[in-house]
């Protein structure tokens, strides 16, 4: 990894840290984040077919709302980041997705890929992928790197 791509490694690996904050509850999580290293103009862009369906979160009232409704949807779920892949100014986190629905008990644990932005120092966008050679379309890599 370049020395330059770090502090954007970082950035986002901080960035599952607050989600995971989120999910515990931690209230102060997103003041924290917002002031640090968040853009109050983050967007989270989820793929249409997530039970959210095709929306877009924004903010902090956005993404504690996703996570609302995450955990409303899914009695357990984490992320477990596998690989930080600095592109330019963009990450792309390869991501294993394990959960369990919170009322029909169904199991999900599937590999996925988000591709976050960051611009002057702070994460402004997630976008989710469900096929990981999607993602790395997005950013200009082959899915062999």
């Keep these: ?22 999910q515990e509850g931690e209230s102060e999580a997103p003041d924290r984040a917002f002031g640090d290293y968040v853009d109050e103009g983050f967007e989270l862009h989820p ?5 959210e ?8 009232g956005g993404l504690q709302g996703w996570t609302a409704m995450t955990k409303e949807i899914w009695g357990e779920w984490r992320f477990e980041l596998e690989r930080l892949i600095p ?3 963009q990450v792309v986190a390869l991501v ?20 976050w ?14 096929d990981r050679s999607e993602a790395f379309e997005a950013v200009g890599l082959s899915s062999g790197r």
Excluded at 1 to 22: C, F, H, N, T
């Design 1 to 22: 990894m370049q020395p330059a791509a770090q502090p954007y490694v970082e950035l986002v690996r901080r960035s599952y840290g607050l989600i995971e904050d989120l």
């Design 47 to 51: 793929p249409a077919i997530h039970p």
């Design 53 to 60: 369906g095709a929306q877009v979160f924004r903010g902090r």
């Design 87 to 89: 592109t330019g100014d």
């Design 96 to 115: 294993r997705v394990v959960a369990r629905g919170s009322s029909s008990g169904v199991r999900l644990d599937r590999k996925t890929a988000h591709v």
């Design 117 to 130: 932005t960051v611009k002057g120092g702070r994460v402004t966008r997630c976008e989710v992928y469900l």
